[in-house]
């Protein structure tokens, strides 16, 4: 009897042993997912699952954030600053529906620093408006293609990669409709 009490004792021991491991596992894979929320496969953005999809966004909509809200006082071009305005409407709603979602908002990347820092060190006047669409044209490039590329997976099971999927296709038609504002207002700026 006490050595099936030891074997069992060992037998739980053992399985405890095992699931912190493989807890403390999940854990790892999920947070370095999470580091690397964006893939890149050829140069185009990748996200494989809704939770990449939405991190790979935040970080873009953050920096639309930050640019919009400076652009909306320092654009001299009228659609320069029209575009400003609904960009930064556009930026408020989106991080607030992914901070309401749980997605985390990552350290801006030195790419994005120096966006930033470009776009506040540039005086007001017509390098600004150049310098500011700019941005926002590569910004929502990013963005499309990182939406187009999810959708593209296919559907996937679950509740939560199928609002993801409808996310990325409401995004989408936004990403590429901004893409082409964005390359027509650079044009009449002469950029």
Not at 139 to 168: S, V, W
């Amino acid at each position: 009897m006490e050595n099936e009490t030891n074997q069992r004792r060992a037998f739980m021991k053992k399985s405890l042993a095992l699931s912190a491991a493989l807890t403390l596992g999940g854990t790892l894979l999920e947070t370095l997912s999470a580091e690397a929320a964006t893939n890149y496969v050829a140069g185009s953005p990748m996200a494989a699952n809704e939770k990449e999809f939405r991190m790979g966004v935040i970080g873009p909509a953050e920096l639309s954030l930050a640019t919009s809200q400076i652009a909306s006082t320092k654009a001299t071009n009228k659609n320069t600053k029209e575009f400003a305005g609904f960009e930064l409407a556009e930026a408020i709603a989106v991080t607030g529906v992914l901070k309401d979602l749980g997605t985390p908002v990552p350290a801006m990347d030195t790419k994005a620093k120096a966006t930033l820092a470009k776009i506040k060190s540039t005086p007001a006047g017509p390098e600004f408006d150049k310098v500011y669409i700019q941005a926002q044209l590569e910004n929502h490039e990013f963005l499309r293609d990182l939406a187009q590329n999810y959708i593209n997976k296919g559907k996937m099971a679950g509740a939560a990669e199928n609002q993801g999927r409808h996310l990325a296709t409401l995004s989408l038609a936004v990403f590429k409709e901004h893409v082409a504002i964005t390359s027509r207002i650079l044009k009449e700026l002469g950029a």
